[in-house]
């Protein structure tokens, strides 16, 4: 006898007939949730879908991020390829018998049919268990992260009911009608053997009959509710990545909204947005695509720091105000579904970004609010003194050009030159604000001007015409002002034909690499950690001095995360440390911890439990390591701070890589 898909088998007469019309009031509920959905959310164009094809792949059904924690990966794949597999077995049983029967022809018969029983035994395994780590998270561990939300244990519920009754009709059948292929349904069988065979013949046909209509009616509720629920994020994710692929941009870089030199007096400008109503169709989708995992929640300083801000939190309520047709065009902030203080807590520093598996972005949900709020003027004193300083003084301190010219004469008394004494220079070297108004970041510059030097680099300054980048006012939601500062800036590095730019600041780095191409600067730009890199590994810069202290290092966001700038402040450090002397903090490279200055929260007080800085300067402390390396003049002015208030001063060194490097090549 060969093997082969028997469908019914145990069933009355005509189940298959009542099944379809079962169906149908189902299949309607269904549809009718697809037309709802992408009414709302729209559907993107297929030619992105087409284009985005690899990164839907690579972050979708590969899981690439999901995958890169442990447990919750191990859990996701488990249900995630169950799913999957029990998808396609079950489409290939409605082609079998629902088609190809009615031509007599069969695909669920021999060997490949033997296979297939197998195959499905195995993935429901993996279904179950991981349904299992899932309500062991939940329930036992009852993980912070992990919402405890009636819908989810819902759709938990019916997935294990599935899964469970699947085996329990197979192992009934193959009781009542044993088959010589039955050890292939390897779960069935055992449960035949080990569970049924005591059971009245009636009994166990009668719970079959039952136990397949409801299986078939939780799994049709489970499908007709589909796009209603949390699960749909099935396919809502797969979408938005491969729809996020043509859009990708590197993360420290916020679009361009209008051309301030292409405005006129009846331009209209409209930035960012107060009602999910004015969220274009890609922001929609992105807000559909969260499956609430809380990842960007758990990687976020501020959330961690105890302030307002909640990524995921900020994605839900937008996401929850989207299906919510009455507040479509309702105020975001007077309507009270978000506070304000929750978008002025965000460090910019992208930590949800680089956590969430499907490439959401809550922080330029963020910013875009930001627009909005700073457009209509609602800012507190300290955000209003910080534009008002870039305005007047040209930098976010507020102190006179005089400051400037001192510190441009005590660099050019070390042999610095400026680009009108020295046009040809290689580099043009950017200080930065945080390096030419702050007297620690003074240090930096100069600790850097001796490597420069000695190193025989070509380079010169900009001198007292070096203005900001307008970096603080861009994070603010000044875009006016932001582009004012950055043409004047353009403007200066074009005429002198700069190539090259040099800078200490990781924000000033971003703005220049990401942002500024906006406004026609085409410029090669490097931190100062990339250079001193390159010196010593041409030999141009050799280490005269080994460090006597174990050093670690906190990799800048804006650095690190939002331009992948890793390897480098690493391979300086080793090699001057040693192998042994370096130690790596825990939460390093892509997955840094904010130091708590970025986004412009430098400038003004955000409410908070505790402080960023100070829980960062806890885990450098942690690492066993007598000096912290640092490569952004504000994470050194903020964990100087935080040394201060902790009375840490004397057990933790704080240094910039440049001060490091600066004392192991002098001899």
């Known amino acids: ?24 009031p189902f299949a309607a509920v269904f549809l009718f949730g697809l037309y709802r959905r992408f009414r709302v959310v729209g559907f993107p164009p297929l030619r992105d879908i087409w284009r985005g094809l690899p990164y839907a792949v690579r972050f979708g059904l590969l899981q690439k991020k999901v995958v890169s924690e442990s447990l919750a990966g191990l859990m996701h794949v488990s249900i995630y390829s169950g799913i999957i597999a029990l998808f396609i077995g079950t489409s290939l049983v409605f082609i079998d018998y629902d088609i190809l029967r ?45 919402r405890p939300k009636l819908e989810y244990l819902m759709v938990l519920a019916g997935l294990f009911f599935i899964g469970v009754t699947g085996y329990f009709l197979e192992g009934i059948r193959l009781t009542l009608e044993p088959r010589p292929w039955g050890v292939w349904s390897f779960v069935g069988k055992a449960l035949s053997s080990q569970v049924f065979t005591t059971m009245e013949t009636q009994a166990l046909h009668t719970a079959y009959v039952g136990l397949w209509w409801s299986h078939a009616v939780v799994a049709f509720t489970m499908v007709a509710l589909l796009p209603y629920s949390s699960l749909w994020h099935i396919f809502s994710t797969i979408l938005h990545i491969a729809a996020n692929a043509p859009r990708q941009t590197p993360t420290g870089m916020m679009n361009t909204p209008f051309k301030l030199e292409e405005l006129n007096i009846e331009s209209e400008i409209k930035l960012g947005f107060r009602r999910v109503g004015e969220l274009s169709g890609f922001e929609r989708l992105g807000l559909d695509a969260c499956t609430d995992c809380g990842r960007c929640e758990a990687a976020c300083p501020p959330f961690a720091a105890g302030t307002p801000l909640s990524p995921r939190m900020i994605v839900q309520k937008l996401k929850d105000t989207l299906w919510n047709e009455g507040m479509l065009e309702a ?47 609602r800012l ?15 930098n976010p301190y507020g102190l006179e050009l005089a400051v400037k010219q001192e510190f441009v004469e005590e660099l050019r008394s070390m042999g610095v030159k400026t680009v009108e004494e020295k046009p040809d220079a290689e580099y043009v070297y950017w200080l930065g604000c945080a390096s030419i108004y702050d007297a620690r970041g003074r240090e930096i510059v100069k600790n850097m001007v001796r490597i420069l030097l000695k190193a025989g680099v070509s380079f010169a300054i900009l001198g ?36 090259k730019v040099l800078v200490n600041c990781p924000h000033c780095y971003n703005t220049f690499r990401n942002e500024y191409g906006d406004f026609g600067l085409t410029v090669e730009v490097k ?96 690492s066993g390591a007598g000096v912290l390396a640092v490569e952004c003049p504000y994470c050194m002015q903020m964990f100087a701070d935080a040394a201060r208030v902790m009375g840490v001063e004397d057990k933790l060194k704080l240094r910039d890589v440049a001060e490091v490097v600066a004392e192991a090549v002098e001899k």
């Open 102 to 146: 009615n031509f007599q022809a069969r695909i669920l018969r021999g060997d490949f049919y033997l296979l297939y029983e197998a195959a499905l035994d195995f993935m429901g395994l993996a279904l179950l268990a991981g349904l299992g780590l899932l309500f062991y998270r939940r329930l036992v561990l009852r993980e912070a992260r992990l």
């Open 1 to 24: 006898m060969e093997p082969i898909r028997e469908t019914y088998i145990l069933m009355p007469e005509g189940s298959d007939i009542l099944m379809y019309f079962l169906l149908l």
């Open 380 to 394: 507190d004193k300290r955000k209003n003194a910080l534009l008002t300083n870039l305005a007047r003084y040209g």
């Open 527 to 622: 931190h100062h950690t990339q250079l001193i890199a390159e010196l010593l590994v041409d030999g141009r810069l050799k280490v005269e001095k080994g460090l006597s202290e174990k050093i670690t290092l906190h990799d800048s966001c804006y650095l690190a995360r939002h331009n992948n700038v890793i390897s480098e402040p690493r391979t300086i450090l080793a090699k001057i440390a040693g192998k042994d002397g370096y130690i790596e903090l825990k939460r390093s490279g892509l997955k840094s911890f904010c130091c708590g200055a970025g986004g412009s929260t430098y400038w003004y007080e955000v409410r908070r439990r505790d402080r960023e800085s100070v829980i960062r300067l806890r885990e450098a402390l942690e």
């Open 331 to 377: 105020d975001l902030f007077e309507s009270g579904v978000i506070d304000e203080e929750e978008v002025w807590a965000c460090t910019t520093c992208g930590a949800c970004i680089e956590a969430c598996p499907v490439l959401i972005r809550p922080m330029n949900y963020i910013l875009e609010m930001r627009r909005a709020l700073t457009l209509e003027g």
């Open 464 to 499: 007292v015409e070096e203005g900001c980048t307008g970096d603080p006012a861009r994070r603010v939601g000044e875009e006016g002002r932001f582009q004012e500062m950055a043409l004047v800036n353009v403007e200066k590095l074009k005429s002198n034909n700069v190539k």
